[in-house]
């Protein structure tokens, strides 16, 4: 089945850590995204890439890297620099512009 | 900028019965695309129901309908014979042409579907 896979679904972190979120999806997309999303908000960009080797900050790309080395890949790192990493987050792929986009079940990142 | 407003946290309807929830937005496009996405417990998005905003005719997906005023900048969606697996947050999200299909979110309604 075609669709976008998420993991860990949860992910505990310890100050000081980077962890990395995968995201891989078998949908052909080129475009991918990462989302935050807190209690009380709506998601809130973080990174995307249009195409392979290519990405580009989102809203709120402080303390975040990602790097997109093959299509169906797009990795990110919450580095130490984010001082507020405890959130859910959400990998999306679409075909681009204005198709519809496909979501993943998402991961919950917590810091311990 | 561009904004996406719910003005609604909460809301909650009987089973069976009719619901709409609201969303307006702010922008200055004239090619654009309005969305809403379906949250439930699993933490799943799901889109329910996609809008052109060159289109005059709503869009309706089964149940799902919505009300595209674009001179007020406004998209609601209407739920009709409510169900308990309506249970959900909804999101209203929009994007415009150029946009590489980025997707800026309101803040959620949270919907309860009582029996």
């Known amino acids: 089945d075609g669709g976008i896979t998420q993991s860990p679904k949860y992910l505990f972190r310890k100050e000081g850590q980077n962890v990395t979120l995968s995201c891989e999806q078998n949908l052909n997309h080129d475009a991918m995204y990462w989302y935050r999303q807190d209690p009380g908000q709506g998601l809130r960009l973080i990174y995307y890439s249009q195409i392979v080797n290519d990405f580009q900050k989102g809203d709120i790309a402080e303390g975040y890297s990602v790097s997109r080395e093959k299509k169906e890949s797009f990795p990110l790192t919450v580095t130490s620099a984010q001082k507020n990493p405890t959130a859910f987050y959400l990998c999306?792929?679409?075909?681009?512009?204005?198709?519809?986009?496909?979501f993943g079940q998402g991961t919950r990142l917590t810091v311990v | 900028a561009q904004t996406v407003t719910q003005s609604q946290p909460e809301m909650s309807v009987q089973e069976a019965e009719t619901v709409t929830l609201s969303c307006t937005y702010d922008t200055s496009e004239n090619n654009y695309y309005l969305f809403w996405y379906k949250q439930p417990p699993s933490r799943q998005m799901i889109l329910v129901i996609r809008q052109e905003a060159y289109k005059q005719q709503n869009a309706t997906e089964n149940r799902f309908s919505v009300n595209f005023q674009k001179a007020a900048k406004s998209f609601s969606l209407k739920i009709s014979d409510s169900q308990l697996g309506d249970t959900a947050m909804y999101f209203c999200?929009?994007?415009?042409?150029?946009?590489?299909?980025?997707?800026?979110f309101g803040q959620g309604t949270t919907l309860q579907v009582k029996p």
């Open positions: 999306a792929s679409s075909m681009g512009d204005n198709r519809k986009a496909f």
């Open positions: 999200a929009f994007t415009f042409s150029g946009n590489t299909g980025k997707l800026i």
